[in-house]
């Protein structure tokens, strides 16, 4: 049998797993496609984690109490800890963690746009956590089911904690929005300001994503874009209606035939504006990672130094 | 007895692709190799499982639970952490 024989016998068989709803897991074999383009999907998915500890991390020391305070430290521990989650999967498949933030300093890797919005008011917390972490919850759920079994079950775990994240934003809201007038107001425009970069998130429509026919065929990706950003637009309807906030999209509009809201156009110049890295905060993300990341080589050193000492010592020893 | 000479090792099943591997159970074993062949005849003679992993016992490094008190404590008196920690009225509270 040639190679080129046996390999599309290997690829029938991973089409078969794919089709029987089976995972695929580190050791199987693999089309070289599907695992640039889960690697590229799950470290894009990592970077955004990461760099999403940013905007929030901006008003740990401003928090308007202790309890506040607290809470949002510990989603922000989440954030990190859903990184790791990410890019120990990623690295099942081949790549190291260095080659990964290497891409991500470089530019070369992108992670979500939403992060180069800068986050203004304390509002902007309540925001973030009810509309960015809700659409990230509307995707991740669907990727509980993605077909490659390490990213199906960092998802898994990641779904049982970001629930809180999204709650204790919409709980920010609901404080600002029955406090003063200021108070509402500053809560009418963070979701002003949010609600469609959150639209954003789920990435253009379904017609003009370079990526989704193949990553459907392999049910990396299992919804559609449009079809997930239709939940995410239906479910926060009446969220904001119950907040007595008025509705950022003016032609928002129930639609009794389909089941579902019409809605107004995303405003896609601005989407692929912050894509090319012109958003407000794009060079600042990545200048605070660098300098994280620099300033923490010597934690790396003395690690590795602490290591070698050891080794050095138990030769001796031995 | 030479059994002694063996060494233990940690044996871990995927019962289903998919899912994550399990503790199962130990054995006593030459080397990796045969700690894997042992295993299948041990531990999967009704089809249990899809894939083994085994680890040599003495590569785990575990926590005490002795210590458990001390060691989970700081995560101990952070109920907020939890969905269930903000009480949401009943219109809004599918999130
Ligand atoms: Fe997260
Ligand atoms: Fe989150
Ligand atoms: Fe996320």
């Known amino acids: ?318 | 007895m030479q059994d002694n000479a063996l060494e233990l090792f940690e044996v871990f099943i995927r019962s289903k692709r998919g899912l994550d591997h399990k503790h199962v159970g130990s054995l006593h074993s030459e080397d990796h190799a045969q700690a894997l062949e042992y295993a299948r005849d041990v531990y999967t003679r009704r089809s249990e499982g899809v894939s083994i992993w085994v680890v040599k016992s003495a590569d785990i490094c575990a926590s005490q639970e002795d210590d458990a008190e001390n060691f989970f404590d700081p995560n101990d008196d952070k109920p907020y952490r939890h969905a269930t920690y903000y009480d949401l009225p009943d219109a809004v509270n599918n999130m």
């Open chain 1, 1 to 318: 049998m040639s190679s080129e024989q046996n390999i599309s016998l290997q690829e029938q068989q991973f089409m078969h797993k794919i089709k029987a709803e089976e995972k695929i897991e580190p050791k199987d074999w693999m089309p070289e496609k599907y695992r640039k383009n889960l690697i590229r999907q799950i470290s894009q998915h990592a970077h955004s984690e990461v760099i999403g500890m940013q905007p929030e991390g901006n008003f740990l020391t401003r928090a308007p109490s202790l309890r506040r305070k607290a809470i949002l430290l510990s989603k922000i521990q989440d954030e990190a800890g859903h990184g790791l989650y990410l890019y120990s999967a990623a690295e099942t498949l081949g790549i190291t963690r260095e080659e990964m933030i290497e891409a991500l300093q470089s530019g070369q890797a992108k992670y979500a746009s939403i992060f180069n919005y800068p986050a203004l008011t304390w509002g902007d917390m309540g925001a973030i956590g009810w509309l960015v972490d809700g659409a990230a919850i509307v995707n991740q759920v669907s990727l509980q089911r993605t077909s490659y079994g390490p990213y199906s079950r960092g998802m898994i775990r990641i779904c049982k904690e970001e629930s809180f994240h999204q709650r204790q934003g919409y709980d920010i809201m609901l404080s600002l929005v029955n406090g003063t007038p200021a108070q509402k107001a500053m809560a009418q425009d963070s979701l002003n300001r949010f609600y469609w970069p959150a639209l954003m998130m789920f990435g253009p429509h379904d017609s003009e994503s370079a990526h989704s026919a193949k990553s459907m065929e392999w049910k990396i990706k299992r919804e559609t874009n449009d079809d997930l950003r239709q939940k995410f637009i239906d479910q926060t309807a009446s969220q904001i209606e119950f907040l007595g906030l008025e509705h950022p999209d003016k032609e928002l509009k129930w639609n009794e035939e389909r089941g579902h809201y019409d809605s107004g156009e995303i405003d896609w110049e601005e989407f692929h504006n912050v894509i090319a890295g012109n958003g407000h905060c794009n060079r600042q993300r990545l200048e605070h990672h660098i300098k994280a990341h620099e300033e923490g080589a010597w934690v790396r050193e003395a690690l590795a130094a602490y290591n070698a000492k050891k080794q050095a010592n138990k030769a001796e020893a031995a």
